[in-house]
C-alpha cells in the first residue's frame, strides 16, 4: 500500500514550469495543458489536453513530468489524456501571451471563437508591432501556428492560432 | 444489430475516413506546389491521423477484445474498411486534390458541429476538437477553389474538371443505413439528411464565388458501407501495412 507522501498541489506545482517543447518560453502550465494532478488508488493521476488531436509534443511532455516527478522521488504516476473540455486559446494568460511575443510569435488576439468565414483578425507584427501585415499560410511549422509577414519591418514571423 | 456493434461500426467509420484522407494528404509530402502548401497539406494530413487515432481507439474500447488502435488501422484487409469512397481517390492534381478537400471539409464542419451535442460523451469530445481543426481545413479548401476557379483559363478549367470528376463520390456522404439509424435514436449520431442541405447550400456558394458551375444530380457511387471500395484502398493499405504485415508487432 503506498500512501499519498505530498500534496497534490506540490505535485502540481513541480511539473507546472515544465516548458512546452515547442515554445520553449511558455510552460505547460501558462499553456493551459496541464489540467490537474489527482491522487486515485495510489497513483498520482496527471491530467494533460493536447492543443490539437495528433500534437506530436504529447509523448514528450508525457515523458518530461514522469522524469521530473521521478527526481522528487515519486513513480506511482500515470498521466492521462483527455480531450474534453476542449483546448482553447482563451485559457492563455496574458503573461504567457506577452512571454511568446517576445519569443517572436504573435499571440491569438482573443478567444476561440473564430468564426467561419469571419473576416480575418489583424494580427500584430511581434517585432515592429505594425499592423500592416499579411498571411503567407493558414498553415506553419507546428499544428498551432500560421505564417505570417510584416508588410512594414519586411520580417517573417508565426501567429499562434486562435482556437 | 445490438447498440454496442452499431456503435463500434460508427466509430470504424468515422476513424476510417479520417485515417484514408490522412493517408492520401501525407502522399502530397515533398511534391506540392511550393513549401508553405506541403506545410498546409502535412498539417491536415496530420490533424486527420490524430483524430483516426482517437476514434480508433474508441472503438477498440466499445469493441471490448483486447486490440488496440493500431490493431485496427494495421491488421484489417479492405472490406473491413468503411471509409468513404472519396477519401481514397487518388491525389490527381492540384486541383482534385482540393475539390476533395472542399467536399469533405464542408460536409465535416456540419457534421462535427452537430456529433458536438452527440450523447455519447467520447464522441462528442473528439468531435469538439475535430470542429476547430475542420474550420481550418475548409478554410483552405475554399480560397484554394476560389483562386484557381476565378484565376487562369487553365487553373479555372482544371478546377471545374476536379468538381465535376469528383462529384458522383458526394452522395456517399449522405447515405444513411441501420447503423447510423438505430444510434441517431439514442442521439449518438448525426441526422444526415439536414446536413446534405447544408452541404448543398456552402458548396455553391463557394462554386458561385469561384465563377464555377455546381454539378447536377447525378448517378452516385457507393459501396463503402458495405466494406465495397475502389481499386484504389488495396494499393493505400498495401503501402500503409506492410510493415505490421511482414514484421507483426515490429516496435521502434
Known amino acids: 500500500m503506498v500512501t499519498q507522501q505530498v500534496d497534490t498541489q506540490q505535485v502540481f506545482d513541480w511539473i507546472s514550469d515544465i516548458p512546452d517543447p515547442e515554445i520553449p518560453v511558455i510552460s505547460i502550465k501558462d499553456l493551459g495543458m496541464l489540467r490537474q494532478v489527482e491522487f486515485d488508488n495510489n497513483n498520482y493521476v496527471v491530467t494533460i489536453t493536447p492543443t490539437y488531436t495528433a500534437c506530436p509534443a504529447m509523448k514528450m511532455i508525457e515523458d518530461e513530468i514522469l522524469g521530473k516527478l521521478h527526481q522528487h522521488n515519486i513513480d506511482n504516476v500515470k498521466v492521462k489524456l483527455t480531450y474534453e473540455p476542449a483546448w482553447t486559446t482563451d485559457w492563455l494568460t496574458e503573461e504567457a501571451k506577452l512571454k511568446m511575443k517576445n519569443y517572436g510569435i504573435a499571440p491569438p488576439q482573443h478567444s476561440s471563437c473564430s468564426k467561419l468565414f469571419s473576416t480575418a483578425e489583424t494580427v500584430v507584427c511581434p517585432r515592429c508591432n505594425s499592423k500592416h501585415t499579411e498571411m503567407i499560410s493558414r498553415f506553419g511549422s507546428t499544428a498551432c501556428k500560421s505564417l505570417y509577414k510584416c508588410v512594414d519591418c519586411k520580417e517573417p514571423f508565426e501567429h499562434f492560432k486562435c482556437h | ?252
Open chain 2, 1 to 252: 444489430m445490438t447498440q454496442k456493434e452499431a456503435l463500434f461500426q460508427y466509430c470504424l467509420r468515422l476513424g476510417d475516413n479520417a485515417l484514408i484522407l490522412g493517408h492520401r494528404l501525407s502522399e502530397w509530402c515533398s511534391r506540392a506546389p511550393f513549401i508553405e502548401e506541403d506545410l498546409a497539406l502535412t498539417n491536415m494530413s496530420l490533424d486527420m491521423i490524430g483524430r483516426a487515432q482517437a476514434l480508433l481507439k474508441y472503438a477498440a474500447e466499445v469493441e471490448g477484445s483486447g486490440k488496440t488502435e493500431d490493431d485496427l488501422a494495421y491488421r484489417r484487409p479492405e472490406p473491413k474498411y468503411f471509409n468513404h469512397l472519396i477519401t481514397e481517390q487518388p491525389n490527381g492534381d492540384f486541383a482534385h486534390t482540393i475539390a476533395r478537400q472542399l467536399y469533405i471539409s464542408t460536409f465535416e464542419y456540419y457534421f462535427y458541429s452537430d456529433l458536438e451535442k452527440s450523447k455519447d460523451k467520447t464522441l462528442a469530445a473528439i468531435a469538439s476538437k475535430a470542429i476547430k481543426e475542420v474550420k481550418y481545413h475548409l478554410q483552405h479548401a475554399a480560397d484554394w477553389t476560389i483562386r484557381l476557379g476565378d484565376g487562369t483559363e487553365e487553373s479555372r478549367n482544371r478546377m471545374q474538371k476536379a468538381i465535376s470528376d469528383l462529384w458522383m463520390w458526394s452522395g456517399e456522404l449522405f447515405e444513411m443505413d441501420e447503423v447510423e439509424n438505430s444510434l441517431l435514436k439514442d442521439g449518438i449520431a448525426v441526422d444526415l439528411i439536414p446536413i446534405k442541405a447544408l452541404w448543398s447550400n456552402h458548396i455553391k456558394q463557394v462554386l458561385t464565388e469561384a465563377t464555377l458551375n455546381m454539378p447536377e444530380e447525378d448517378y452516385m457511387q457507393t459501396g463503402s458501407r458495405k466494406g465495397i471500395h475502389t481499386e484504389n484502398l488495396g494499393h493505400i493499405l498495401s503501402e500503409m501495412q506492410y510493415l505490421q504485415r511482414a514484421y507483426p508487432d515490429a516496435k521502434w
